[in-house]
């Protein structure tokens, strides 16, 4: 069985401070992980997934295999980042299907 | 713009009425999925087509259907709603069973 988890539901930092954004996966094989990311009243849109390795809006993250984890992190954080984040997974034998942890919000106060 | 678009935004049911749910994109994607998201929660795969290929998940509930006439379209029929599928219902849509998925915007369901 595959699994994500996002322990904090509910992140607030200031303007300016550092964001972790927090995802603990369970799966036995080899996964892709990815953080989509939903900006109020719009869609939900991938943000960067980890096979790609690069920085989107000052976004990174890295997967740990050994710890299960895909945190998703930026050295300082902007207004325009408020958004519900999703870590999601998908299993090499799953096929096309994503597994979604239950978000969390982030609210960035100036 | 090229994307994925859901009809209608808002849903009203009653307990027991039948309704579908609109998907279409004009990315021409082989993939479509259904999500449902309730309060709070991570969305969940109902099941996808690949193609014309029908993948139901195995913990979707038989009172839930899909239907894709084209390559355009994909629909989503509950055939009797009951209180607790209340919830949005999103789209997405990939070029193959491994690429990036796009959402629509989601239709929110409520039941009465």
């Known amino acids: 069985a595959q699994r994500v988890t996002q322990p904090e539901k509910l992140l607030s930092v200031f303007k300016g401070a550092p964001v972790e954004l927090k995802c603990n996966y369970s799966?036995?094989?080899?996964?892709?992980l990815f953080w989509y990311v939903q900006y109020s009243r719009q869609r939900l849109q991938l943000l960067l997934r980890?096979?790609s390795r690069e920085s989107i809006k000052g976004f990174t993250a890295d997967l740990n295999k050994g710890e299960t984890s895909f945190h998703l992190k930026k050295p300082f954080a902007q207004e325009e980042d408020s958004a519900m984040y999703y870590c999601?997974?998908?299993?090499?034998?799953?096929?096309?299907?994503?597994?979604f942890g239950e978000g969390t919000q982030l609210t960035v106060n100036p | 713009d090229a994307m994925v678009i859901q009809n209608p935004r808002y849903q009203v049911t009653q307990f027991g009425k039948p309704v579908t749910l609109s998907c279409s994109q004009t990315?021409?994607?082989?993939?479509m999925y259904w999500y449902q998201q309730k309060s709070s929660q991570a969305p969940k795969l109902l099941f996808h087509?690949?193609?014309?290929?029908?993948?139901n998940e195995a913990d979707t509930p038989d009172n839930f259907q899909s239907r894709r006439p084209n390559t355009s379209f994909c629909f989503l029929d509950i055939r009797s709603p009951g209180l607790g599928d209340a919830a949005m219902y999103l789209c997405?849509?990939?070029?193959?069973?491994?690429?990036?998925?796009?959402f629509g915007p989601g239709t929110r369901l409520l039941v009465l």
């Open positions: 997405a849509t990939s070029s193959d069973s491994r690429g990036t998925q796009y």
């Open positions: 799966y036995s094989g080899s996964p892709e």
């Open positions: 980890h096979i």
């Open positions: 999601a997974l998908r299993g090499g034998t799953s096929g096309s299907r994503l597994t």
């Open positions: 990315l021409n994607h082989n993939v």
């Open positions: 087509y690949y193609d014309k290929d029908f993948n």
